[in-house]
């Protein structure tokens, strides 16, 4: 069953362990181990901000989620200490950069996806909270980190088992199934990722 949101909340068969209060810090190694990614989770400002520093591809970067993990603003820092691209959500799907400009081809995405984290595979997951069977499809603004270019792109989430799931690209057909832990995170992702 295809469904645009969470439409049973029930804690024993949906929702995802609550993050410790003190914060939570995970970590990758790429499927070659020529490089790794930190991630940091903090409960601030009414909200939930995730700071990753990726090894391979010399970035970091600040998302800032609402409590029901909604992108709020999200920042990627490449080799200073300004970022390099900044932009904000309003809780509608309604996107802008930094100096205010409205991004009216991000109109309606809903999350965000960088190819060079699985972290961002938890948005979707923790947002929807899906029971197991049901699937979603969504727009996401797709981040290139080395143009810092952004289209929209079309996915499917879908959750297949107890802590499985499957991510389908729409507009490429590629498609991979996934672990992730008690609180959404992924462990390893085939080919790609792996937990440490």
Not at 12 to 28: H, L
Request: charged letters at 25%; proline letters at 5%; aromatic letters at 12%.
């Amino acid at each position: 069953m295809v469904s645009p949101y969470a439409h049973n909340l029930d804690p024993m068969t949906t929702a995802m362990t609550a993050f410790p209060a003190d914060g939570y810090t995970a970590r990758w190694q790429t499927w070659e181990a020529d490089g790794d990614e930190t991630v940091t989770l903090r409960w601030e400002n009414e909200g939930w901000t995730a700071m990753g520093d990726v090894g391979r591809e010399a970035v970091s970067y600040v998302i800032r989620l609402s409590p029901t993990w909604q992108v709020r603003q999200f920042l990627l820092f490449r080799d200073a200490d300004e970022p390099d691209l900044w932009l904000g959500n309003d809780g509608t799907g309604r996107w802008g950069e930094m100096n205010g400009a409205h991004r009216e081809d991000l109109d309606g995405c809903t999350d965000l996806d960088l190819g060079c984290t699985p972290f961002t595979n938890t948005l979707p997951i923790r947002r929807l909270q899906l029971d197991e069977g049901d699937a979603a499809e969504l727009v996401v603004a797709m981040v290139d980190v080395e143009t810092l270019g952004i289209i929209p792109v079309k996915q499917r989430y879908e959750h297949l088992a107890p802590h499985q799931w499957r991510y389908t690209n729409l507009d490429s057909g590629f498609t991979t199934d996934f672990a992730v832990d008690r609180y959404g995170l992924v462990n390893d992702y085939e080919n790609e990722y792996r937990r440490v």
